[in-house]
C-alpha cells in the first residue's frame, strides 16, 4: 500500500510546473495556437523589445546630435529701450562761438534705444572632437540595434518554452485523466467482484485509495494547467480567460544539427550580443582619441551683423564683420591626461568583457549541443519505457486475472504505466525547446 502511495506522489510532483498566479474561469473562450502564431503575438506584445525600440531611436537620435555639432552656431540678439530725458549740464562751451559766456550746446532728445546683432560661428577644426565623436555615436548606434536583436532573440526563446510547458501542463491533464478513468472502472469492478466475496475488501479499498489520489494528481494538473495558460495568456498580450488549444504536429520531428565546433565558430559569428560589445569596443576607442583631442587647438570661423538706432543720436547700419578665432587651453596640457586614462581603461575593461562573453558563449553552445542530444537519447528510452509499461501491465493484469499476482501489482504497474507516458510526452516537448535553444545559443533562428 505504502508503495502505490509512493508511486502515486511522484506522479503528482511530475506534474508540476511552477507557477505564478491562480485564476479562474468560469466561461473560457477556445483559441488555436501554432508555435508560430505564439512567436508572432510574443514579439508584439512584448514590453521588453518597446524598449529596445525606446534605446534604438535614442541612439539614432544621439548620433545626429554629434552630426550637428559640424553645422555652425547662430545667435540672434536684440534690445529695445524707453529711457527718460536725462538732465544734462554741460560745463564746456559752444565752440563754435569762441567767447565766454556763448550759447551752450543742447543734449539731443533721445527717449528710446535699439539695438540688434547676428553672430555665425563655423568650427573648423577641435582636436578630432567633432570626427570621432560621430564614429563613436555611429558604433553605439549599432550597438543599440544589436542589443534589439538579441532580446528579440531571447523572446522567441522564452515563448517556446512557455508553449512546451503549457503543451506538457495539458498532457498531465489528459494522461491523468485517462488513468483515473480506468481506476474508477476498476473501483467499479473491484465492488461487485467484492460484493460477490471474490475478492478481499483489502483489495477494493486499495483500488479505492489508488483512484483517490490520481483524483488530486488531476486537481493538481488542473491547476497547473490553469496557471500556465494564464501567464501565457498573459505573455502573448490575449485575454485571460482565453483557452489556448495548442498545435502538437512538430513534436514528432528528430532534426539532425551540426557538430558542435561548427556551432561554435557560427555563435561567435552571428551572436547579436557580441558583436554589440565589438561596436561598443570600437566606440571606447573612438572616445579615446576624443578625450586626446583636448591636447590640440581649436580653430573656427566667425561672422556678424550689428545694428544700432538711437533715434537723433545715433544710426549704425552695415556693421558686418568676418574673421577666424584660434584658442587653446594650455591647462588641457596637465587637465587632459586623466580623461585619457579614464577613456583607455574603458576601452581596456570592454576588450575583456567581450573574451568573457566568448567563453560564456562558447559554454552555452556546449550546453544546449549536449541537452539537445540528451533529450534525443531521452525520447528513445522513454518510448522504449512506455512500450515496457504498457506490456508489464498488460502481464501482470493476466496474472492478477489468474490469481497470479496481488491487487498491489497491479496497481503499482498501473501507475508506473501513467508515469511512463508522461515523462514520453515531457521528452517530446523538450526535445523541441532544447532544439530551438541551441538555435538561439548561436544567434540564428530556427531554419536557419
Keep these: 500500500m505504502n508503495s ?56 539614432v537620435a544621439s548620433l545626429q546630435e554629434s552630426k550637428d555639432n559640424r553645422l555652425p552656431d547662430i545667435d540672434i540678439s536684440g534690445q529695445y529701450m524707453r529711457v527718460n530725458k536725462p538732465n544734462v549740464d554741460f560745463k564746456l562751451q559752444n565752440s563754435g562761438s569762441g567767447e565766454e559766456g556763448g550759447e551752450a550746446t543742447e543734449a539731443p532728445d533721445v527717449s528710446q534705444a535699439m539695438f540688434g546683432m547676428a553672430t555665425v560661428k563655423l568650427p573648423i577644426f577641435s582636436g578630432g572632437t567633432i570626427t570621432n565623436g560621430i564614429a563613436s555615436a555611429k558604433f553605439l548606434e549599432k550597438a543599440a540595434a544589436l542589443d534589439a536583436v538579441r532580446n528579440k532573440e531571447e523572446v522567441v526563446q522564452n515563448t517556446v518554452e512557455a508553449y512546451y510547458n503549457l503543451y506538457k501542463a495539458q498532457a498531465s491533464v489528459r494522461l491523468v485523466t485517462e488513468n483515473l478513468n480506468s481506476s474508477k472502472q476498476r473501483v467499479k469492478d473491484f465492488t461487485g467482484m467484492e460484493a460477490n466475496g471474490l475478492i478481499p475488501r483489502n483489495d477494493l479499498l486499495k483500488a479505492q485509495l489508488q483512484e483517490s489520489n490520481l483524483e488530486l494528481a488531476l486537481l493538481t494538473a488542473e491547476n497547473n494547467e490553469k496557471i500556465t495558460n494564464f501567464n501565457f495568456d498573459l505573455m502573448l498580450g490575449l485575454d485571460e480567460q482565453t483557452k489556448l488549444v495548442l498545435d502538437s504536429t512538430g513534436l514528432d520531428s528528430r532534426p539532425v544539427v551540426k557538430s558542435l565546433s561548427e556551432w561554435e565558430s557560427l555563435a561567435l559569428s552571428k551572436r547579436a550580443d557580441f558583436q554589440a560589445l ?171
Design 278 to 448: 565589438g561596436q561598443r569596443q570600437d566606440a571606447a576607442h573612438k572616445g579615446v582619441q576624443i578625450a586626446k583631442g583636448a591636447y590640440y587647438p581649436s580653430l573656427g570661423l566667425s561672422a556678424g551683423y550689428v545694428g544700432i538706432n538711437v533715434p537723433n543720436a545715433l544710426t549704425v547700419t552695415n556693421a558686418v564683420n568676418v574673421g577666424a578665432g584660434l584658442s587653446y587651453n594650455l591647462a588641457a596640457l596637465y587637465k587632459a591626461g586623466a580623461k585619457v586614462k579614464q577613456a583607455k581603461a574603458q576601452e581596456e575593461q570592454l576588450a575583456w568583457n567581450q573574451e568573457q562573453l566568448s567563453d560564456g558563449i562558447r559554454s552555452q553552445i556546449h550546453k544546449s549541443y549536449q541537452d539537445y542530444n540528451q533529450s534525443l537519447k531521452k525520447i528513445q528510452v522513454y518510448m522504449k519505457a512506455v512500450e515496457q509499461a504498457n506490456e508489464n501491465y498488460r502481464i501482470t493484469k493476466n496474472k492478477y486475472d489468474n490469481s497470479l499476482a496481488t491487487t498491489t501489482d497491479l496497481l503499482d504497474a498501473d501507475v508506473a504505466r501513467l508515469q511512463a507516458g508522461i515523462d514520453y510526452e515531457y521528452a517530446k516537448a523538450d526535445a523541441v525547446v532544447a532544439y530551438n535553444k541551441l538555435h538561439e545559443s548561436a544567434g540564428v533562428g530556427v531554419g536557419e
Design 4 to 59: 502505490i502511495i509512493k508511486s502515486i506522489n511522484k506522479v503528482l510532483f511530475g506534474c508540476c510546473i511552477v507557477g505564478v498566479s491562480v485564476h479562474t474561469t468560469f466561461a473560457q473562450e477556445q483559441k488555436m495556437l501554432t508555435l508560430k502564431d505564439a512567436i508572432e503575438l510574443s514579439l508584439q506584445n512584448s514590453k521588453e523589445l518597446k524598449v529596445s525600440s525606446s534605446k534604438v531611436k535614442q541612439a
